[in-house]
């Protein structure tokens, strides 16, 4: 059985940079498309971005540019650079693996998630 954890949420000023980090157990990720989504409070989950089992990645328009998803096959994780951090960033952030060719930005489409971890842009 799957297992994903997430890391690296916190407490940070607008236009600052967190590092997330989804690391997986109990079973490879290199034939996984691993996600990110975002939840904020009385707003759905949405996709923020995505990277495939060849290292292809997709981003949400609000965080392109921005934000940098890439994986460490060899230590089972993924992690999502988080840079110039905006006030509207601010949600409890997902990690998902899904089968290797999925439309990424569909919540259905994955088959495993963590718990969140919880990331806050304030001054």
């Known amino acids: 059985q799957l297992q994903l954890v997430e890391s690296g949420g916190g407490l940070v000023q607008p236009g600052g940079s967190l590092r997330l980090s989804c690391a997986a157990s109990?079973?490879?990720?290199?034939?996984?498309?691993i996600g990110w989504f975002r939840q904020a409070p009385g707003k759905e989950r949405e996709g923020v971005s995505c990277?495939?089992?060849?290292?292809?990645?997709n981003y949400a328009d609000s965080v392109k540019g921005r934000f940098t998803i890439s994986r460490d096959n060899a230590k089972n994780t993924v992690y999502l650079q988080m840079n110039s951090l905006k006030s509207e960033d601010t949600a409890v952030y997902y990690c998902a693996a899904g089968g290797p060719l999925i439309s990424w930005i569909n919540v259905n489409e994955y088959d495993y998630w963590g718990q969140g971890t919880q990331v806050t842009v304030s001054s």
């Open positions: 109990g079973h490879t990720l290199d034939y996984h498309s």
């Open positions: 990277i495939n089992s060849g290292g292809f990645t």
